[in-house]
Each structure stands twice: as C-alpha cells, then as structure tokens.
C-alpha cells in the first residue's frame, strides 16, 4: 500500500483530481512519515541533502530539498552552457524549419511549443534539448546561462505524464502541458528556458524573489513532484559539446556546449 501511494505521487497521472488529492497530501505534516521509505524506495542521495530527513516537514518539502553547498559544480566558461538540472537527456539536436524532430517518436512545432510566441522566428533552426527529472532526481532548476530575463510566461495546460511512457504514447504533452518559460538575454543571442509541468496543478514554482540580472547556476524554479525541461537556443548560437547524446544523464551545472556569435 505504501508503495503504491508514493508511486501514485510521482508516476505523474493526467487526472487533475488525482493531482490535487496527492498534492495535498504531500504537503501535509502527516506526508513526512513517508519521507525515508520514499528515499529509499527511489535511491535518492540523502547524503546530498541540505538537511536531515527528519529536519523535513512534509515529503512536498523534502522533495524539493536543496543541496548541500558544494554538491554540484558550474563549468565556469565564459561562453558556456551548463545543465539547469539533474536529468536525463531524453532529446536533443537541431531545429529543423520550425519543427523539433522525433522526440520519442514524436515531432513539435517550435511555435506550439513556445504558444505562438513572437520569440519563435528566432529559434526556427536553432538547438533544443529535453531534460528529464525523475523522482530520484533533485528538483530544482538553475539558471544555465549569465544573462537578463526579457520574459516570463506561463502557459496553463494539461497534466499528462511526460515520463517515457507519457512522451511515447500520448498526443504532445510537451506543448499540451502546463509551462512556466524564461527567455533569457545572454551575450550571444538569447535562450528560452522552458518548464513543463506535469502531476500537481500549481506543480512548477519560480523562487523568490525574481531577478532579471542572472548568472549561471542561480536558482531559477522548482518542480513539485517533477517533470521535464526543454532547452531551446536561437538560431546559430549554440554548438553541443562533443559527445552529447540522448540516453545521457547530466547534472546541474555540467557543461553542455559553445554558445557563439550569432550569424549575421
């Protein structure tokens, strides 16, 4: 029974009713019982966590946890563009025309994916990467390039799964699902930052308070019972590192590629 109530709260339903029911538990004082059975149960690093396990109030708080200082390490290149999160790369490549290819079986209209943005003509034959977080990631998301925010959006939408099963089988839950996205000014062009929510309504949260001048590595937002980050770099302004490939696990702050001189 236990297991099955912590895998009903991360194994991301599309029923909003599950959603709320779960959520609210989750955030609960009585939800902190099931703390270390659903660290154990997920393999998660304890040791890297910013407190105790009983130091925690609610499995919500603990699975939004911080990290000690010092656990992950931000590639300082000046040019370079570093992980938000600890995820699994799920995909990656470029933008072919307007059209993100192939991801799990499924192709994306980049202006579906950024809700008919004005944005969109910028990133038509850019760069994108999708990042997975399951529940035995850590949940928060940094800022994975120095720059300005020029715009936040957030996009009401659905809670489809959008772990493999969800991005196989159901009709674009990338652009069908609730997303928070940052568009941020760096010194070679500008790169959207976008947050798909999945599980709990309300499920993605931007930390307080919000800057607009932002350096990589900085806390950006969390996930409540996680979900996926899409990556997407304007055109001509971003070259993978080599050897990055779907199937990865990367963590926060690890080097994923070049940003350059935008083409003129």
Known sequence: MTKWLLRSMTELSSRKWISRITGTFAQSSASRHFIPRFAKLYGISIEEAEKELAQYRSLNEFFTRRLKPGMRTIHNGTNALVS????????????KAGTIVNVKGQD??????????PRTASYRNGYYMVLYLSPTDYHRIHVPVTGEVVEREHIKGKVYPVN??????????LSRNERLITYIKHSCG????????AMNVSSIKYVQP?????????ELAFFE????????LED?????REGLQTGMKVKMGEYLGELCETEK
Do not use: Q
């Not at 994306?108 to 943005?117: A, D, K, M, R, V």
């Not at 493999?164 to 839950?173: I, T």
């Open 108 to 117: 994306y209209t980049i202006e579906e994916l950024l809700n008919g943005s």
């Open 84 to 95: 938000p999160v600890d995820a699994l790369i799920t995909g990656a490549g470029e933008i």
């Open 210 to 218: 919000m800057h607009e001048s932002v350096e990589k590595g900085d």
């Open 225 to 232: 019972f996680g979900s996926t980050i899409v990556l997407v």
């Open 164 to 173: 493999d099963f969800g991005l196989r089988h159901m009709k674009r839950v």
């Open 190 to 197: 500008e790169a959207a930052v976008v947050k798909v929510g």
């Open 236 to 240: 001509n302004t971003f070259s993978p």
